[in-house]
């Protein structure tokens, strides 16, 4: 299954060049990696990111994140997944430009059937 983090420019060209990262502020802040599932993550870009552009939607697969992968509750009882390890570069299956278009943002064509 992929799930989906949305990084700024400048997180996603770190995470490029580093080859790993702890994540956003607020993934710091909260001690581990939020992501979102396909149903989730327009919710997700338009709570968080609202207006925001230079940003880029990253989808993981699933099994390779192992036990560090956690289900929790959080936004309207609904469970969110959580990774409680670094963000490794070799964990992003692809990455591709978030765009605002009319004031909200434009999702790849197809992401949610390439799970």
Known sequence: MLIYKIFRSDEWQALRRDGSTTGAPVDVADGYVH???????AETAAKHFAGEADLFLLAVETNRLGDALKWEVSRGGAEFPHLYRMLMREDVVWAQPLPLLNGAHDFPAGFKEAE
Do not use: V
Request: charged share 15%; no cysteine; glycine share 0%.
């Open 35 to 41: 992501f979102s599932t396909s149903e989730q993550a």
